[in-house]
Each structure stands twice: as C-alpha cells, then as structure tokens.
C-alpha cells in the first residue's frame, strides 16, 4: 500500500520560507503527477500545487504563483514545496497526495487524488 509522508512544516514570520518534502513509499512515484493541497478549520481542503510525472509541468493556485515551487525528485521518491514570501493567510495543514491514474494530467480537484498524506501544519505569524 502507498504511504505518503509529509515534513517540513513549522512556524514561521510573515515573509519567510519553509520547504515541504512528500516522501512516497511506492516503486511507480514516477508514473503519478503529485498534487499539494491545503486546509484550514471550517473549510475545504484547497489546491495549491501540482506537478507532472516528469516533473516538466507545474501548476499553481492563483493565490501562491510567484511564491511556490514544486518540484520532485523521482529518484527519491520524493516531491517538494517551497513556499516564500510567506502569509498569514498561507497558514493551514498542508497535504501531499497522488494523483488517481498514472500519467494523467496533474489536476486541481481533490476527486483527482486517490491516496494522501498525514499533513503537515505550517503556521504563519505575522
């Protein structure tokens, strides 16, 4: 069964940095786009990020292009997130997840994932 983990999350001042990683226990990450999402209390979860199977195409939410990068690394079975500039509003349980079919299309919709990770907080004060 494929496991995602996510790290990297913690607190931080408006306008710095935290980098995400998504470590996925699978043989076959490289066949699967990856998605970032996140969630605040009382709202639905959101999309932020995602990136191809190769890793040649990105997509980004509105409220983060310019300030995000995703990124993997298939050799390690791993995919990234770097936030800068951060927000308040950027405050929220941030989430990996697999996209349902291999080498589909990486898509903005939660239905499009099937596997997801635990979260991860990132707080951001201001």
């Known amino acids: 069964q494929v496991q995602l983990v996510e790290s990297g999350g913690g607190l931080v001042q408006a306008g710095g940095s935290l980098r995400l990683s998504c470590a996925a226990s699978?043989?076959?990450?490289?066949?699967?786009?990856m998605g970032w999402f996140r969630q605040t209390p009382g709202k639905e979860r959101e999309f932020v990020a995602a990136?191809?199977?190769?890793?040649?195409?990105?997509y980004y939410a509105d409220s983060v292009k310019g300030r995000f990068t995703v990124s993997r690394d298939n050799a390690k079975n791993t995919v990234f997130l770097q936030m800068n500039s951060l927000k308040p509003e950027d405050t929220a349980v941030y989430y990996c997840?697999?996209?349902?079919?291999?080498?589909?299309?990486?898509?903005?919709?939660?239905?499009?994932?099937?596997?997801w990770g635990q979260g991860t907080q990132v707080t951001v004060s201001s």
């Open positions: 997840a697999r996209s349902r079919y291999s080498y589909s299309r990486p898509n903005v919709e939660t239905g499009s994932y099937d596997v």
């Open positions: 699978t043989r076959t990450f490289s066949s699967y786009a």
């Open positions: 990136v191809s199977s190769s890793g040649a195409n990105t």
